[in-house]
């Protein structure tokens, strides 16, 4: 019964699909390695603003920036 | 000084009123079998979108088409 | 199916059966208000090393010595 | 390498150039004190709403008007 | 630049390669699925005691135990 | 009453002065910067086993000798 949390900026291209293969394959990992049951297996996906999320003591679109 | 949170899936029915109630009764709890002080007790409520809830290796909305 | 995260400082006198009155307890609650699933309901109790958790900007141990 | 998440309750004086000096003040302290790569240094600030933010037993808004 | 939190139960076979396994396998998902760069793709596991990890509203042990 | 959660790999070279210092920096930037109140601010300090830390689609001590 494990808990994953991923959390990730948010993106105009994260489509559901795309996050319900990232559900599907992270399940997939945990019940292939370690066995466990997808059925108790939650997979919680945060979607994080961008100017909540800072990296190199900047917010995302300022570091994005820099990165150019 | 406990902090506890609780994550959900957002659904119509969570009122603010029985979010109120968690509130209140998972304070009871930490107070009552613990002895913290519930004024430094928190109790922050994360109520998360069901397409990013996975279970079964699939969103919410699917895994609960499957259950029916 | 929710997910709830009980973080606490690590005290002497938190025995498994207080761990254990807990996690009914905050079951419980949800159980109760929301109407959900005992059986998909985790509960994890993290225990904190008291020189890890800072409040008033000081370590809980320095903490506790001021409130005396 | 770190991870640093910052919860506070949603209020309407937080604005984009305050979160900017939080993930810039706490990302020096850990560059600071730890020596840690502040590029590799992520901070993520969630704003949670004041009804879903509980202490003493109660949500926010119903606890400040007490303290009042 | 992804979080993941893996939290599982602590279990005796849950070795070291098991788990960098997990880490290779979520990270994997996250850069195909996602574009996500794996240099800055954090993935944390968190193992904890199975009696501070509670479900169906009693620590996994008593759980297990019911479950044969 | 913000909550800050700060996780490291866990480095022979953290020492509890270090740790405090990194509680006492964080607070000062919540307080001077959000006008937080100190005394309801926790700063809470997870030191995670390199080997359950991953980055770069390894375990830390991995991703450390290939940086070399």
């Given at each position: 019964m494990?808990?994953?949390?991923v959390?990730?900026?948010?993106?105009?291209?994260?489509?559901?699909?795309?996050?319900?293969?990232?559900?599907?394959?992270?399940?997939?990992?945990?019940?292939?390695?370690?066995g466990?049951?997808?059925?108790t297996?939650?997979?919680?996906?945060?979607?994080?603003?961008?100017e909540?999320?800072?990296?190199?003591?900047?917010?995302?679109?300022?570091?994005?920036?820099?990165?150019?």
């Amino acid at each position: 019964m494990p808990y994953v949390n991923v959390r990730i900026t948010k993106e105009p291209d994260t489509t559901p699909e795309k996050k319900a293969q990232v559900i599907e394959g992270i399940t997939d990992v945990l019940v292939k390695v370690l066995g466990k049951n997808p059925n108790t297996t939650f997979v919680i996906i945060d979607e994080v603003e961008q100017e909540n999320w800072g990296v190199g003591g900047v917010p995302t679109p300022v570091w994005r920036t820099r990165q150019k």
